[in-house]
């Protein structure tokens, strides 16, 4: 059977995902619900299915574009849908009342995980949350670490988890997360997203012009639609450094537009107060 029509079994993905939507529906019954949330959340779980839970699977053991398609389904698609719909207090009230209250309870109160949560407040800071996305993002492409997520899948999925719950941590400090509010201001946030589209570019660079395969995909006799090893590295490199910068371009781009009305707006507001004081003066 062709790799393009062959489905993989991923009861890991599979789980997750159920269990998502589950809570997701149980936590909003009763309640009115934004619609645009809505599709959001459903979108991107459809998202990270088409990325683990498709023919894609199959194909990115033997093509390393399609790989990154999967990391870009994942970190530039899944990620930033889920901070849109700002889902985590739906899936949270989905819970029985006594396991909220016997989780909530000591993590928040008792002094035995007072580390913890010293270590959360410096973990959850923008600047960390940046450095361990692209480090995150670095280390997975270093060509012994990547050879590992092909020979061992547990390491494949753990890959894939920390891609995606770093992207979702990177996104909520551009989206806010409902109740709460990321302290970066809005030209904050335009230089926090540029700057890690700019660091992705590098990598995407790296891979493109690089002159020999990088990683165990040469060793294959053959890949998929016949081309060369290096051939598909530069198409994965490609797939980074184009499409992979789309989500964070648009982003960039309204937050650009935000931060000059808001500038746009104090200008209107100062001018008034400046001409009193002016007529006052003169």
Same mark, same amino acid.
């Given at each position: 059977?062709?790799?393009?029509?062959?489905w993989?079994?991923?009861?890991?993905?599979?789980?997750?995902?159920?269990?998502?939507?589950?809570?997701?529906v149980v $936590?909003?019954?009763?309640? @009115?619900?934004?619609?645009? &949330?809505?599709?959001?959340?459903?979108?991107?779980?459809?998202?990270?299915?088409?990325?683990l839970?498709?023919?894609?699977?199959?194909?990115? &053991?033997?093509?390393f574009?399609?790989?990154?398609?999967?990391?870009?389904? %994942?970190?530039?698609?899944?990620?930033?849908?889920?901070?849109?719909?700002?889902?985590?207090?739906?899936?949270?009230?989905?819970?029985? @009342?006594?396991?909220?209250?016997?989780?909530?309870?000591?993590?928040?109160?008792?002094?035995?995980?007072?580390?913890?949560r010293?270590?959360?407040?410096?973990?959850?800071r923008?600047?960390?949350?940046?450095c361990?996305?692209?480090?995150? *993002?670095?280390?997975?492409?270093?060509?012994?670490?990547y050879?590992?997520?092909?020979?061992?899948?547990?390491?494949?999925?753990?890959?894939?988890?920390?891609?995606? $719950?770093?992207a979702?941590?990177f996104?909520?400090?551009?989206?806010?997360?409902?109740?709460?509010?990321?302290?970066?201001?809005?030209?904050?946030?335009?230089?926090?997203?540029?700057?890690?589209?700019?660091?992705?570019?590098? %990598?995407?660079?790296? %891979?493109?012009?690089?002159?020999?395969p %990088?990683?165990?995909?040469?060793?294959?006799?053959?890949?998929?639609?016949?081309?060369?090893?290096?051939?598909?590295?530069?198409?994965?490199? $490609?797939?980074?450094?184009?499409?992979?910068?789309?989500?964070?371009?648009?982003?960039?781009?309204? *937050?650009?537009?935000?931060?000059?009305a808001?500038?746009?707006? &104090?200008?209107q507001?100062?001018?008034?107060?400046?001409?009193?004081?002016?007529?006052? $003066?003169?």
């Open positions: 059977m062709p790799l393009m029509w062959s993989p079994f991923e009861p890991v993905v599979l789980i997750a995902v159920e269990l998502a939507a589950v809570l997701y $936590g909003g019954i009763g309640r @009115r619900t934004e619609v645009w &949330r809505d599709v959001a959340f459903w979108s991107a779980l459809v998202a990270i299915l088409v990325a839970q498709s023919p894609l699977e199959m194909l990115a &053991r033997q093509l574009w399609i790989h990154m398609v999967q990391h870009l389904l %994942l970190i530039v698609v899944a990620a930033p849908l889920l901070a849109l719909a700002s889902p985590w207090t739906r899936l949270w009230r989905a819970l029985p @009342r006594r396991l909220r209250r016997g989780i909530a309870r000591p993590l928040f109160k008792s002094p035995r995980l007072a580390p913890l010293g270590a959360y407040r410096v973990l959850s923008p600047t960390v949350i940046w361990l996305a692209a480090g995150n *993002l670095w280390l997975w492409h270093v060509p012994a670490m050879d590992l997520t092909l020979r061992y899948h547990l390491v494949h999925h753990l890959e894939h988890t920390l891609f995606l $719950g770093l979702i941590a996104w909520a400090q551009l989206i806010d997360q409902y109740p709460f509010r990321s302290p970066l201001s809005t030209l904050g946030r335009a230089t926090y997203v540029f700057t890690a589209m700019i660091q992705s570019w590098v %990598l995407a660079a790296v %891979l493109s012009f690089a002159t020999s %990088l990683y165990t995909y040469a060793l294959l006799p053959s890949r998929p639609g016949g081309i060369s090893a290096l051939t598909d590295q530069q198409l994965g490199g $490609g797939m980074m450094w184009v499409p992979g910068a789309i989500a964070y371009a648009l982003v960039f781009v309204w *937050l650009l537009f935000r931060w000059l808001e500038e746009d707006s &104090r200008t507001a100062v001018a008034p107060a400046v001409e009193r004081s002016q007529t006052i $003066g003169g």
